[in-house]
């Protein structure tokens, strides 16, 4: 993957609080500190974006539809 090199402005706390991480040898520097917590933010973004959208479905008219679906599906179905 290739890396860009970009400047940032941190709280002096927060970078002490990496620079505990990189002393653990959690992470190798800074850099790495950072940038995987860019990309645990950004993949927990993407997997709350299915939570608040359905949040904006309407539960009722999903349940309908749903037995509704159902409904037609169960007549089709062999007897046994």
Do not use: C, H
């Not at 653990?24 to 850099?31: A, D, E, G, I, Y």
């Not at 973004?45 to 009722?60: G, Y």
């Amino acid at each position: 993957m290739a890396t860009t090199k970009v400047a940032v402005t941190i709280d002096s706390d927060l970078l002490e609080q990496v620079d505990q991480l990189v002393a653990k040898q959690v992470f190798p520097n800074r850099s790495k500190a950072i940038q995987q917590a860019v990309e645990d933010k950004l993949a927990r973004l993407k997997r709350t974006r299915l939570a608040r959208e359905s949040a904006k479905l309407d539960r009722r008219e999903e349940q309908a539809l749903a037995d509704e679906g159902l409904e037609q599906e169960q007549s089709s179905w062999p007897a046994y």
